[in-house]
């Protein structure tokens, strides 16, 4: 498991474009056969993929977080974005669809996850949180869910809003997850830009075509830096920070939170002509 210390906005707006990717860019997700994780010292932020072939893959706990099983005391978040799999938790078979989602709560000592057809395998986006209560297992179907629908075509940034794991929606001990996507033709996201204190944020950028990139915006708004950003690559945004971005064509992105509440509203919203 790969460990990731943020660096703080003091020593971030002095670093280097190779020194803030190491910092805040998760770049060696879905690995075909494998489990891949990264360790974040930010709010105990778990990201990971499993992208089973012909074999299970079981989500084992790393040594670093010193526990008998993964969710021992953690709680997951599961998003499909390849094709037809299923994740095990505790002996219960989940079917999962492209952008359909899974909650696994804490206590859950086994998590396998597998797919339909090795030769077009599902690839399990994985969030993880510490968790200070068990919630249920759920699985969320995301065609079932009706998004949110903002922005326009004449400001670049038209998009839908899903939302899954949610103080309204499947209910967890501190994660917040959904995604959203960018209309054709729009490619803006979080703009205006926001920062919110009181939890930490990863965007999951996907459904990039390999020659296309998303130029993400971070930190504070009186001095921005941005991190160039591949398909399947993930960006840590801490409190202090914004998080947008523009892309070269359209794509998707899962938002994910962790920290001190839960609220989505819960933002400190900036202007745009504020941005440096």
């Given at each position: 498991?790969?460990?990731?210390?943020?660096?703080?906005?003091?020593?971030?707006?002095?670093?280097?474009?190779?020194?803030?990717?190491?910092?805040?860019?998760?770049?060696?997700?879905?690995?075909?056969?494998?489990?891949?994780?990264?360790?974040?010292?930010?709010?105990?932020?778990?990201?990971?993929?499993?992208?089973?072939?012909?074999q299970p893959l079981t989500l084992e706990a790393d040594l670093d977080l010193r526990a008998t099983y993964f969710t021992e005391r953690r709680e997951l978040g599961v998003l499909n974005i390849g094709e037809a799999g299923a994740?095990?938790?505790?002996?219960?078979?989940?079917?999962?669809?492209?952008?359909?989602?899974?909650?696994?709560?804490?206590?859950?000592?086994?998590?396998?996850?597998?797919?339909?057809?090795?030769?077009?395998?599902?690839?399990?986006?994985?969030?993880?949180?510490?968790?200070?209560?068990?919630?249920?297992?759920?699985?969320?179907?995301?065609?079932?869910?009706?998004?949110?629908?903002?922005?326009?075509?004449?400001?670049?940034?038209?998009?839908?809003?899903?939302?899954?794991?949610?103080?309204?929606?499947?209910?967890?001990?501190?994660?917040?997850?959904?995604?959203?996507?960018?209309?054709?033709?729009?490619?803006?996201?979080?703009?205006?830009?926001?920062?919110?204190?009181?939890?930490?944020?990863?965007?999951?950028?996907?459904?990039?075509?390999?020659?296309?990139?998303?130029?993400?915006?971070?930190?504070?708004?009186?001095?921005?830096?941005?991190?160039?950003v591949a398909d399947k690559q993930v960006v840590i945004s801490p409190g202090w920070s914004i998080h947008a971005g523009v892309g070269t064509s359209s794509y998707t992105f899962c938002w994910g939170m962790g920290g001190e509440?839960?609220?989505?509203?819960?933002?400190?919203?900036?202007?745009?002509?504020?941005?440096?």
């Amino acid at each position: 498991m790969r460990l990731i210390q943020v660096a703080d906005a003091v020593r971030y707006a002095r670093m280097t474009t190779d020194e803030l990717r190491a910092a805040f860019l998760v770049d060696s997700l879905f690995e075909p056969g494998r489990v891949s994780l990264a360790y974040i010292d930010l709010d105990r932020t778990v990201v990971g993929s499993a992208v089973p072939l012909a074999q299970p893959l079981t989500l084992e706990a790393d040594l670093d977080l010193r526990a008998t099983y993964f969710t021992e005391r953690r709680e997951l978040g599961v998003l499909n974005i390849g094709e037809a799999g299923a994740v095990e938790a505790n002996g219960h078979c989940y079917e999962l669809a492209n952008l359909d989602a899974l909650y696994v709560g804490r206590g859950n000592e086994k998590v396998v996850f597998s797919s339909h057809d090795a030769a077009a395998p599902a690839e399990f986006y994985l969030l993880s949180y510490p968790a200070h209560a068990a919630y249920p297992t759920a699985r969320i179907d995301s065609r079932a869910i009706e998004p949110a629908v903002l922005g326009s075509g004449a400001t670049a940034n038209h998009r839908k809003i899903t939302r899954l794991i949610h103080l309204d929606g499947v209910r967890s001990s501190q994660l917040v997850m959904g995604f959203t996507q960018l209309s054709e033709g729009s490619v803006w996201n979080t703009m205006p830009p926001h920062t919110h204190m009181r939890r930490s944020e990863v965007y999951l950028y996907f459904n990039l075509a390999p020659a296309d990139r998303v130029v993400h915006l971070m930190g504070p708004a009186h001095e921005t830096r941005h991190i160039v950003v591949a398909d399947k690559q993930v960006v840590i945004s801490p409190g202090w920070s914004i998080h947008a971005g523009v892309g070269t064509s359209s794509y998707t992105f899962c938002w994910g939170m962790g920290g001190e509440n839960q609220l989505y509203s819960d933002m400190d919203p900036l202007a745009i002509a504020d941005l440096r």
